[in-house]
């Protein structure tokens, strides 16, 4: 039975919105969705559910709101006030990080690409590409190719991680993947067997601005 002063201390640590979703994103980074009830959220909040539902209506809109705020970091983070190349480069590693940081919200981001994390990061970088000059018709397209090039990216990466994570089993899975390319037909795979020692020694987050850079290359085409 709780004390006196444990039912004063629980009043008096206001259950808000805020508390909910910090408290999800826990349980979602710690166990993954599948671990995200409302039973096991207002465990950790040490509340009823129903007092939950008085903030958030359900799953789906607790899911939205944790992308949001995740994001929404991600996006504060990122330089803002650089020239515009600079900044989309900032942008995209910076929700590239939070993905990596949060695999989860790549999911998310996937199912549900009106929800209001997705038009953060299609402002975020469409005032960038306005800024280089892309003309109106062409913008939708040139921020659709950004965006989609690093959500895939990005959900993959993180894909990757919870599958060969720690990062000796991922430095182990890409010298096993080197290893199986050179051992086919270096007639029939020449170019294969050229890039194959560098599969086990690249860097994601480099490699994932090689992607932003080719892009980003493309803009003069859309002025």
Do not use: C
Request: aromatic content about 6%; charged content about 20%.
């Amino acid at each position: 039975m709780a004390t006196p002063k444990q039912r004063t201390e629980r009043r008096a640590d206001a259950l808000s919105r805020e508390r909910i979703v910090e408290a999800a994103i826990e349980i979602l980074d710690a166990e993954g969705e599948g671990a995200l009830t409302f039973r096991a959220l207002a465990a950790r909040l040490a509340t009823g559910s129903g007092a939950l539902y008085w903030h958030v209506a359900n799953k789906n809109e607790l899911l939205t709101a944790a992308a949001h705020h995740v994001i929404a970091g991600a996006m504060t983070e990122a330089t803002r006030r650089a020239p515009p190349r600079k900044a989309i480069r900032a942008l995209a590693l910076g929700v590239f990080d939070a993905i990596d940081a949060h695999p989860w919200v790549g999911t998310q981001l996937n199912r549900e690409p009106w929800q209001p994390a997705m038009a953060q990061i299609f402002e975020g970088i469409g005032v960038q590409l306005q800024a280089l000059g892309v003309s109106e018709r062409s913008q939708f397209d040139a921020v659709s190719a950004l965006v989609n090039y690093l959500l895939g990216v990005a959900g993959q990466n993180a894909a990757n991680a919870r599958e060969h994570a720690p990062l000796a089993d991922r430095s182990a899975f890409l010298a096993n993947v080197a290893a199986q390319w050179m051992q086919l037909d270096p007639a029939q795979y020449p170019f294969v067997h050229q890039i194959a020692a560098q599969v086990s020694e690249h860097d994601d987050r480099a490699q994932f601005l090689v992607g932003i850079d080719l892009i980003l290359a493309g803009i003069p085409a859309l002025r």
